[in-house]
Structure formats: C-alpha cells, structure tokens
T-cell receptor, first 113, second 113 residues
Framework: KAGVTQTPRYLIKTRGQQVTLSCSPISGHRSVSWYQQTPGQGLQFLFE???????NKGNFPGRFSGRQFSNSRSEMNVSTLELGDSALYLC????????????FGPGTRLTVL | AQSVTQLGSHVSVSEGALVLLRCNYS??????LFWYVQYPNQGLQLLLK??????LVKGINGFEAEFKKSETSFHLTKPSAHMSDAAEYFC???????????FGSGTRLQVQP
C-alpha cells in the first residue's frame, strides 16, 4: 500500500506571497493532520481534517488554513508569507477510530525569502 | 495539558553499544506514547507506540520502550547500535480522542564506528 504523499517536496517563495501544499493520505485513511517543523519551535500541530471537516486546530494564526476533499486528499494554504514560515510541513494520515496512530509523509520544505 | 521532555538533544554511542534515549511525559489523563524516527530530508517513521496495553513495547528495527507510570517515563532502548540507527528521534504524547500529537524537542543519535 502506498504511503502518504506530499507535493511539492520543495518550494521557494518570497514574503507576502501565498502557497498551497498538497497531501494524499494512505488509501482508506480518512483523517489527515498537518504539522510544522522548524529548528526553533520543533514539531507543532496545525490542524486535523476528517470527512472534509476541520476537527482540531493548533495555535497558529488565521493565515494558515486547510481543507479536505471528498477523496480525503488535503491541502493547506499559507497566505501573506513571512520569513518565519520557512519550515518543513508534514502531513500525516490515520484510520478512523485510530487517529492516535499517525503515518507521516516525507514533507514539503518551504523556504520564504 | 500534555508535554514531553526529551533529555539530551544529542547522544553519541559506539556501534554495538546500548542505545538509551530518554523521554518523560506530563499528562493529566492516561497517555498514549509514541517514538518516531526521522532520517535526513525525510518524514517521520513510527517506531513503536504505547496505548495502555503491555507496558513493554517492542517496535521495528530492534527498538523497544517501557512505560513507567511511577516515573512518567517512556525511554527508548536498543541493545546494540548500528550505523544505520543514526537519525533524530522524537517522543510524542496524545490521549484518546485528542487526535493531535505533542512532540518532544528530539534527540539526535550519532553512532560512531
């Protein structure tokens, strides 16, 4: 079974731009979560989606948003990019009823110049 | 609130030596605990998890961890280190229904030949 896939793997943007990252979960997984990883703050939870609804949200500004489609694929969007948004963005998927066990994708490395 | 503390941001061992990576947690409810490994430029791979069954948990690649409630610890061990174990290791905590992981700051394991 294929793992979690994320596209693109690398992105370079400039301050003020917006960006959209994509995540395809493991087949059959309907829960998708997003995490931000930075050297300074470590791994932090952004939000979690299930059945096209956001069920859980971390402590991030409104510039960070996401959505989930009917096929469980998810996107996250960051608007008005800031230098501090440079990070590895990780997507994880899990089975319904077993959301504690999350399987991660390889991440998207976003660099904001 | 939950938190995880990983003691030692860097650990260096010789090949064939015991690996011990420390993790202490804080949780007001029964926790679920996880260890993940991250190789350079990759996502997180689940090594093992504790979800209130057996306190000694065996994972992949010869790793195991023991849940000790009295010590609020979930240390990761491996009897004999291999060069391929060099990576960053993250301890994480959640609880039933939360659906979001709280990660420790990570421990970088170096294996010397």
């Amino acid at each position: 079974k294929a793992g979690v896939t994320q596209t693109p793997r690398y992105l370079i943007k400039t301050r003020g731009q917006q960006v959209t990252l994509s995540c395809s979960p493991i087949s059959g997984h309907r829960s998708v979560s997003w995490y931000q990883q930075t050297p300074g703050q470590g791994l932090q939870f952004l939000f979690e989606y299930f059945s096209e609804t956001q069920r859980n949200k971390g402590n991030f500004p409104g510039r960070f948003s996401g959505r989930q489609f009917s096929n469980s694929r998810s996107e996250m969007n960051v608007s008005t990019l800031e230098l501090g948004d440079s990070a590895l963005y990780l997507c994880a998927s899990s089975l319904e009823g077993a959301e504690d066990t999350q399987y991660f994708g390889p991440g998207t490395r976003l660099t904001v110049l | 609130a939950q938190s995880v503390t990983q003691l030692g941001s860097h650990v260096s061992v010789s090949e064939g030596a015991l690996v011990l990576l420390r993790c202490n947690y804080s949780s007001s409810v029964p926790p679920y605990l996880f260890w993940y490994v991250q190789y350079p430029n990759q996502g997180l791979q689940l090594l093992l998890k504790y979800t209130s069954a057996a306190t000694l948990v065996k994972g992949i690649n010869g790793f195991e961890a023991e849940f000790k409630k009295s010590e609020t610890s979930f240390h990761l061990t491996k009897p004999s280190a291999h060069m391929s174990d060099a990576a960053e290791y993250f301890c994480a905590v959640t609880y039933t229904g939360r659906r979001a992981l709280t990660f420790g700051s990570g421990t970088r394991l170096q294996v010397q030949p």
